[in-house]
C-alpha cells in the first residue's frame, strides 16, 4: 500500500485529488516526479516503521570510557581504505574509514552529534598526530595565527589537506585571526613563566634584548603605559595571574604580583579599577588589525573553510570581512566564525550572528571581560540565539583545562562538556588540550564519549527542551525548505526512523534539518568537497560527497547502492528523505 499527501504553493491554491504519476515499472521505492511547486510527502507502509531494522547491534568496546563506541584506538586499526572511496568520480562517495566503521558496525544511532574542533599546535602538527585527532573524531582543524608563523600553519594545513585526499576525512581547516587587544609578548622563547607571591615584575611596550631580563614581560599595545594608573589591577589570562600597578617608570609599568601563577606566550592582558574593566583608548583598537588582514589573505589563498574572527564589536566588521572575502576568493565560499569574547559582541550579539556565519563561545577571552559567573548565562544564551538564527555554534575554552597536565579529566570538566552536549550546541573545541597538552588524543577521546553519552541519554529520555524555532528563511521558497525540514524532522522522531537523507548542493537545506536536531543521524549527500567539510561543523550530519542529479530517484538509487555496498546500510532501514532540489519529503525502506 502506498499513500500519498499532497499540498500546494499558493500559485496553484485549487486543492486537487490529483493523484501522483504512476511509478514507473522499475521504481523500487515510491519517488515523486512532480513539479518544483508540488510539494509531496509519500509514504511507504510495506514495512512496519517499528519493526523496520536497526542494525544488529555489535557489541561494543567502549574505550575504557563506558561511551559505547567501537572506535578503533589507532589509525592502523582501520587498515588502508578502499581507494575508490577517495576518487572523487560519479560514481564513487567520499566518506572516511571511520564513519564507515561506525556506521557498519555499530549502526546509525550510536553515532556522534556534537561536532569537535581540535586547535592544532606544537603537541599535533605532525601528520600522523594529525590522522590521530582525525581518527579519534576531530571534524575541524583550527589553527590559531596569534601563534606560530604563517609557514608553520601552510604546512598544518597541507598535511590536513593530504589526511583528506588520502584517507577520505573531511576535516575543515578553521584560522582563527589574532585580533588586537592587548597581549604578553612571546616570552623570548620560554614556554611559560612563574611569577611567584609579592615578587615585582615590568610590564613595558620595550622590546627586550635577548635574553630576555629576568621579571621582564613585553606588551604590544602602544598606548599601555600611558593607560594604567597606579592601583590598577592587571589580569592575565582572565585572572590565572594577578598583579597590582605600583609605579610607572616612562614605558615600564612595574607591578606586584598578587596571585601566583604560570603565564604563557602572548597571554591576554586587561586592567581593571574600581572593580571594573578598564577600557581606554585600547577600545578603539581595530577589530582586524593589519597583521589580522594579511592573515585572511593568507587564509584565502590557502582555502581554508572558516575564518574565526577575534574580538568581534559589530556586524559591520562581520559584513565588511564577508564581501572583501566574496570578492577575492573566487572558487571557494568561506564561512566566517564571530567570536563573541567581549563586552561589545554580547552587547550586539544578534546583529552579529545574523550577519556571520556561525559563532563560537571563546569563553577564556569572554571571562576576562565579564565576571566568571556570568559566563554559563552568556554560553546558554549565544546557543540558543545561533540555534534559532540557523548558524552553527562553538563552544570553546578550558573544557578540559586540566588534561593540559593530566590524563583524566575533572569531574567538574565532564560536566561542564555535557551541559554544552545538553544545550545542543553543534560544536565543542579544545584549545591548549589539543595544542601543546600531554594528552591530545585523550582529550579528544574525553569529549567523543561524553557526547555520545550525553546525547544518548537525552534522546532516551525526551528531555529536550522545547526550542521555538522562528522563521529564518528570507524568500518563499527558502520558508518552503524550512517547513519541509521542519516537518521532515518531527516525522522522523514521530515514526523513529533511522536516518533522514538531505541532497543539497549549497548546504542550506542540511543545516535547516541540523537545527532541528532530530533523533536521528542526518545523512548529508552534497556534489563538492568544500560544501562537505563545511557541513562537518554542523550538528548530527554525517556528510558525504557524492555527485547527484535533479532526478531523485536515481540520486536515491544511486546512495543506496553505493552506500549498501560498502556496508553501511541495509536493506529495510527506514528513512526520510529530503532535498533542495525537488522540494518533497519521502518516507521509504531501503530496498
Ligand atoms: N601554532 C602554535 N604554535 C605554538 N604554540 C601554540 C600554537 N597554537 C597554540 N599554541 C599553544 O597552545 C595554547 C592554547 O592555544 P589557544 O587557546 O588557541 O591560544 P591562546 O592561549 O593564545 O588563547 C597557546 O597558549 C600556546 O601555548
Ligand atoms: C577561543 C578563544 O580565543 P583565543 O584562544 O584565540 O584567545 C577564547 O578566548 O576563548
Ligand atoms: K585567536
Ligand atoms: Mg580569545
Avoid at 75 to 98: H, K, M, N, R, W
Avoid at 106 to 129: D, Q
Avoid at 485 to 506: E, H, P, Q, R
Wanted: proline share 5%; charged share 25%.
Amino acid at each position: 500500500m502506498s499513500q500519498s499527501l499532497h499540498f500546494f504553493t499558493p500559485s496553484n491554491l485549487t486543492f486537487s485529488k490529483q493523484s501522483l504519476p504512476k511509478p514507473s515499472c522499475n521504481r523500487r521505492f515510491p519517488v515523486t516526479t512532480l513539479s518544483p511547486k508540488l510539494i509531496s510527502i509519500k509514504a511507504s507502509t510495506s514495512a512496519d516503521p517499528n519493526s523496520s531494522t536497526t542494525p544488529p547491534q555489535v557489541l561494543i568496546s567502549d574505550n575504557g570510557t563506558g561511551a559505547g563506541e567501537i572506535l578503533p584506538s589507532t589509525p592502523e586499526d582501520y587498515g588502508t581504505p578502499p581507494s575508490q572511496s577517495f576518487l572523487s568520480d560519479s560514481s564513487s562517495i567520499d566518506v572516511d574509514a571511520v564513519t564507515e566503521v561506525e556506521l557498519k558496525e555499530n549502526g546509525f544511532r550510536s553515532t556522534r552529534r556534537t561536532k569537535l574542533v581540535c586547535t592544532i599546535g606544537p603537541a599535533t602538527c605532525g601528520f600522523e598526530e594529525l590522522q590521530a585527532l582525525a581518527v579519534g573524531g576531530m571534524n575541524v582543524a583550527r589553527i590559531n595565527m596569534c601563534h606560530g608563523t604563517r609557514e608553520w600553519h601552510k604546512r598544518v594545513i597541507e598535511r590536513v589537506r593530504r589526511l583528506n585526499e588520502e584517507k577520505g576525512f573531511a576535516v575543515a581547516i578553521m584560522m582563527d585571526t589574532e585580533g588586537s587587544e592587548i597581549h604578553m609578548g612571546d616570552l623570548g622563547g620560554a614556554s611559560s613563566a612563574k611569577a611567584e607571591d609579592g615578587e615585582i615584575w615590568t610590564f613595558s611596550v620595550r622590546a627586550f634584548d635577548l635574553p630576555r631580563p629576568e621579571r621582564t614581560i613585553n606588551v604590544n599595545y602602544d598606548g599601555f603605559a600611558e593607560d594604567v594608573k597606579v592601583g590598577d589591577e592587571l589580569l592575565v589570562d582572565g585572572g590565572m595571574v594577578r598583579f597590582e600597578v605600583i609605579e610607572k617608570i616612562g614605558p615600564d609599568v612595574k607591578c606586584r604580583c598578587t596571585d601566583p601563577g604560570l603565564m604563557l606566550p602572548r597571554a591576554n592582558l586587561t586592567f581593571w579599577r574600581d572593580g571594573s574593566l578598564v577600557r581606554e583608548r585600547n577600545a578603539m583598537l581595530p577589530t582586524i588589525s593589519s597583521k589580522d588582514w594579511l592573515d585572511i589573505d593568507f587564509g584565502i589563498a590557502e582555502g581554508v573553510d572558516f575564518i574565526a574572527i577575534s574580538f568581534v564589536k559589530s556586524a559591520e566588521v562581520i559584513n565588511h570581512l564577508k564581501s572583501y572575502v566574496a570578492a577575492r576568493s573566487r572558487d571557494s565560499d568561506i564561512a566566517i566564525i564571530a567570536k563573541i569574547e567581549s563586552i561589545d559582541s554580547l552587547r550586539n550579539l544578534e546583529e552579529i550572528i545574523q550577519a556571520s556565519d556561525g559563532a563560537m563561545v571563546a569563553r577564556g577571552d569572554l571571562g576576562a571581560q565579564i565576571p566568571l559567573e556570568q559566563v554559563p548565562s552568556a554560553q546558554q544564551k549565544i546557543v540558543q540565539i545561533c540555534r534559532q538564527l540557523n548558524k552553527p555554534v562553538i563552544v570553546a575554552s578550558q573544557l578540559l583545562e586540566s588534561m593540559i597536565e593530566y590524563p583524566t579529566p575533572t569531574r567538574a570538566e565532564v560536566a561542564d562538556v555535557s551541559e554544552a552536549v545538553r544545550q545542543r550546541a553543534d560544536a565543542l573545541m579544545l584549545s591548549g588540550e589539543s595544542a601543546m597538552g600531554q594528552y591530545p588524543d585523550k582529550a579528544l577521546a574525553v569529549l567523543r564519549s561524553v557526547s555520545v553519552r550525553i546525547e544518548k541519554w537525552w534522546r532516551e529520555e525526551k528531555r529536550y527542551e522545547a526550542m521555538e524555532l522562528p522563521a529564518v528563511g528570507s524568500s518563499f521558497s527558502d520558508s518552503i525548505s524550512e517547513e519541509i525540514c521542519i516537518s521532515a524532522a518531527k516525522m522522523a522522531n514521530n515514526l523513529g526512523v533511522d536516518a533522514l537523507f538531505v541532497y543539497t548542493k549549497t548546504g542550506h537545506m542540511a543545516s535547516l534539518l541540523s537545527r532541528c536536531r532530530p533523533d536521528c543521524p542526518i545523512f548529508a549527500f552534497t556534489s563538492t568537497k568544500s560544501v562537505r567539510r563545511r557541513l562537518n561543523l554542523q550538528w548530527g550530519l554525517i556528510p558525504f560527497r557524492v555527485s547527484f542529479s535533479d532526478d531523485m530517484e536515481s540520486n536515491l538509487n544511486k546512495t543506496f547502492s553505493l552506500l549498501k555496498a560498502r556496508g553501511m546500510i541495509k536493506s529495510g532501514v527506514l528513512v526520510i528523505a529530503v532535498s533542495d532540489m525537488l522540494q518533497s519529503i519521502q518516507v521509504m525502506n531501503v530496498p
